[in-house]
């Protein structure tokens, strides 16, 4: 705790009461979007944008401070463990709907089913309902029929094999490009480490135009929604949530890339890059586990 | 950077010094416990006596749900973290939050999301109406539309949540003076340091059982709903998984404030200090492993029940080793009576009764028969309002000479501590009675059996809702006409870098770190 | 709730915090209404809760009469006053063992009988009896008697009913049993072991008779088990546990313990009362008749939602005055009555009332509050839409 003398203490700042202001507004116009209300739309638009100009003005500031030498170790130490506890509690989102995927098809499929203690919750209920993984027959399908049910499962499950698969070699070679910029830029090698880190990005792309090709064929040709009962429900939320998450960490790794087109970063200190670059380790290990406990395991 | 504050308005807008926002988070958080306590005086006002006097079901029950949340989520985590904001650098000799900016963020997500939590009462429908745990089918299908504005209202809540902690836990990890190693940190700092690990560790899967919500809600997954294959008590076992972490998230920091306030009073160091440390981290472990003891009647497979019993009573070991090294602390000191050490002891007295009604509420058998019913309204009132209002009281107390310079009125600090006291027992003691004798909760009306001991329960209330009141005044009168505080160590068995500083402390502190020995 | 053995703990506690509180002695009656404690029950398992209940709280008690006198001590014997130099010892690793071992050690002894009780409350398979579904619906319960044809409504009496109502101006101490009467209770014999399969068919709701030592929650689409060997005839009362909505105070639970020979007489009385019911599904009623019986039902079944008059609650429960459906099409009508609309609170009637009352209260809705359609429906329309 060396240079502690020096640590940074910005002036006052509009950017927090403002930032929440958007915030404010997006979900509130989210909410009255969502429930149908008229305006819900613009404000929620409106909100976005004063969100994202607010987030715009304040990285550009901690970037200029930086710049200007204003951050010492210290106050860099802080940023360090800022973005880790961030994932931490990413990581903890996910597991919440993780818990919920082992939970329905541990657990809530096999009771409707008649299995463990709760003969009677079939025998009563759900009569003729059987306990598959994935579920491709709702319990409300068996009881109503097909007409009268508003969960109806999906013909086919999912495959891992193709289109998965291929996004997973993607996103694994997309840590390793990563790393390999790193590295690069630790060498002070700019050339290698924009071109690596260029490759990065386009994979993120890459992988967020598959899962789109992945989805319209869930949708058209397996019968897989967001209706198709719990197996629609867990596929969709989890590769759904992973998805928004890539989008989020290719944004990132976009902007460091047109950083480091700038000539940011040297070599002992480019935190935005490496925070951006666990971020993308962590959606990798997340889709690590989509793949085998919703592909792989659910098919 | 000597600089003072801004003049005006600006300053408190735009701030990022960690006492301003400190004080706006405590400032925010007493509005926001007036208005759960106006809630519960409703209430309170409506179950007087027998009959429906006052409201309708629909809107008690939209009371209740209120009072909850804006208790929890709106008065006691803020307040906490106000404290939290002003002590923890003059506790560690820091000169701010690590996160100065994100700090003040943190603070201004939460008025508007208690704007928008409270604008559901003018929604058509009302305002949420499902209580404070809002159980899916009642508060996904069967909601009122409001529920999409409560949803979004949590998880901004909760997006303050987790930055606040993130700036607590990269503050203490990184700020800390030379010398002031982790074993050397006062208590408060600890237990801040472990509740903030509570809250980004949970805070996040709140996060996602409201959004399974929203999505069964609107766009036709289900999670909650047997029909697709899922099962209403998922959401349950989410929401406790975050739920049982959140009540210690409550009671934690309150921990940390009586184990400043007690040493100081009894003039002898704390007793125990790292099976202190210990027994929290401890009692944090556990509260991640037992959530299930919520939902012993809901018909979990027998191993099941067993095993969240036997973890449950668990939780009494480390929790005793506190009530121990509490008493063990006074214990031949030198103890004078004002009245932070007042609210301390009380809550050391109260809170030790309302764990054992919540060890009897783990033992599963019996609580079959407790569960759902007024028996658990008694026991969370005594760990929530006589743990965490009673121990927030001492600390607000305890440091108010710290943050203005001046010394609050000792004889209105004692009055109001013994109306507190009585007030609050004659409100929730005679709940467990009513609760063991088969009156279930969030009703607006009773059988008559219960009549005499919730008017008694009522009476009870309205004083406590009195005593909030004169420490309002206490702190405004303070404020404004307080007698200077001789010394800046204003309690002459204080210890700590807080009393280093001058009273009241000056806007900026330990530019330069100062040298722990 | 019905308590016959009061034991002494009762009286004492009772009473002594009567004479503290108040400074008066219970009157015999007044006790009752100063209960507080867990009623003993009438079932094995209630008596073991109970049990169980005492003897941790005597241990609870045992352990504050230790921790609380150490700190009254201390408090008076190292005040400032008296105690002008404190110590400075502060750690003492022996002591901490101690007080971390002797806990441990007291909760193993109460995990033993605890572990023994929740064993037995989870015995649900053995030598069952009698079945009895137990279905919660927002606000009221259902009582089916698995294999017997029997089945029924209960739903808060109607004394009660109408005593509860905001302002209602009605004094409730002067209603018996204010809040805890049904129209219909559930009979079950006695010393029998009878399993209550318990779900529910909208949102949770929990079906607690503490007499009984029962509080099972009700859970849309899953039937949760348990049971209850009742010793004693009686009459045990009961409520709702689980917040449910609006009316969640309101829907009490009765249970009428009897002998068996009357149980057996009983059931051969509703047996024959359903069947009347069913030969009165083939009959044609009078315009008269279906109004007056519609609006009976529509009272008890229909009015907590779309209110007495039929107003509605904005925002939640549509007005039947001046309704779309109410007013438009026959067909229609029938179709939300009998399959409710999915989704919402509004139930699907078919499976709750009989043709004839379905009849009845579309009959009424359609002519009642205004909506004077002037049309009428018969039960037999009612069956053949349902059988379509
Ligand atoms: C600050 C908040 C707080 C705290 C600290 C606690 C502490 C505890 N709680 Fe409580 N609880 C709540 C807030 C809290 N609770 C809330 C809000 C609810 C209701 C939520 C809702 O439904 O709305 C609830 C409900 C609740 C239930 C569910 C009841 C039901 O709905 O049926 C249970 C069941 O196990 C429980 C148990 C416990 C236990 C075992 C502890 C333990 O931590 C207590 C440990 C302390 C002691 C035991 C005393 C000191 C120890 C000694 C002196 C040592 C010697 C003692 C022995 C060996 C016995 N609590
Ligand atoms: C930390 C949290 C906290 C705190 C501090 C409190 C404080 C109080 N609570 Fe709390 N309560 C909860 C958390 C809390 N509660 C929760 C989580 C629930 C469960 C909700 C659910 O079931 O979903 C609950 C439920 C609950 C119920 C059960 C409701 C039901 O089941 O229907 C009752 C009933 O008596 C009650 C009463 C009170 C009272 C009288 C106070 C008092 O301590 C409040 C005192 C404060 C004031 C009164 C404010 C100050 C004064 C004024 C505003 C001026 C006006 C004063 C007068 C007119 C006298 N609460
Ligand atoms: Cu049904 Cu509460
Ligand atoms: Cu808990």
New binding site residues.
Partial sequence: MATQGSYYVPEQSKLPLFASLGMFLTVFGAAGWINGSESGMTVFFAGALVLASVMWTWFSTVIKENLAGLNNDQLKRSYVWGMGWFIFSEVMFFAAFFGALFYLRQFAVPWLAGEGHSAMTNELLWKGFENEWPLLTTPEQVREGEAAARFIGAHEPMGWAGLPLINTIILLTSSFTVHFAHTALKNANRKMFNIWLGATVALGIAFLILQVEEYVHAYEELGLTLNAGVYGTTFFMLTGFHGAHVTLGTFMLLVMWLRGLKGHFKHDDAFGFEAASWYWHFVDVVWVGLFIFVYILGS | MAHGPAKGISRWLFTTNHKDIGTMYMWFSFAM??????F??V??AE?FQPGMQLVEPEF??Q???M???V??FG??MPAFVGLANWMIPLMIGAPDMALPRMNNWSFWILPFAFLMLASTFFMEGGAPNF???FYAPLSTTYAPPSVTFFIFAVHIMGASSIMGSINIIATVLNMRAPGMTLMKMPLFVWTWLITAFLLVAVMPVLAGAVTMMLMDIHFGTSFFDAAGGGDPVLFQHVFWFFGHPEVYI?ILPGFGVVSQVIPAFSRKPLFGYSSMVYATASIAFLSFIVWAHHMFTVGMPLAGELYFMYATMLIAVPTGVKVFNWITTMWRGSMTFETPMLFAIAFVILFTMGGFTGLMLGIAPSDIQYHDS?FV?AH??YT??AG??FSLTAGIYYWLPKWTGKMYNETLGKTQFWIAFIG?NL??FP?HFVGLAGMQ????DYALQFADFNML??I???????S??ML?FNVINTILAGKRAEKDKVWDGAEGLEWTVPSPAPYHTFSTPPQVK | MLRRAKPLFHKLLGSAILMGMLGHQAVADEVERWQVNMTPGVTPVSQEIYGLHMLIFWICVAISVIVFGALAYTIYAHRRSKNREPSTFHEHLGLEIFWTAIPFLILVVMAIPATRSLIHMYDTDTEVDLDVVVTGYQWKWQYEYLGKEVSFFSNLHEDSNAARQLGSGVDVNTIPNYLLEVDRPLVVPVKQKIRFLVTANDVIHAWWVPALGIKRDAIPGFVRESWAYIEEPGIYRGVCAE?CGRDHGFMPIVVQAVEQAEFNEWIAQEQAAAAELRELAAQTFTFEDLYERGEGVYNRSCAACHGAQGQGVPGAFPAIAGSAVATGPLEAHLDVVLNGVPGTAMQAFGAQLSPVDIAAVVTFQRNAFGNNMGDQVQPVDVVQQQNQ
């Fill in positions: 416990f007036l208005l759960g306590g106006a519960a005086m209430i309170r179950l008690f029950n009371m209740t749900t009072h909850g949340l208790m929890v008065a006691i209580g404070w745990t409550i007024y309204v969370f009132h929530m309002v965490a209002i609050f409100t929730f709940q909760r969030r009703v607006p329960s009522s009870g209330a309205f004083m406590f809702g009195m909030q009141l309002l | 917040l």
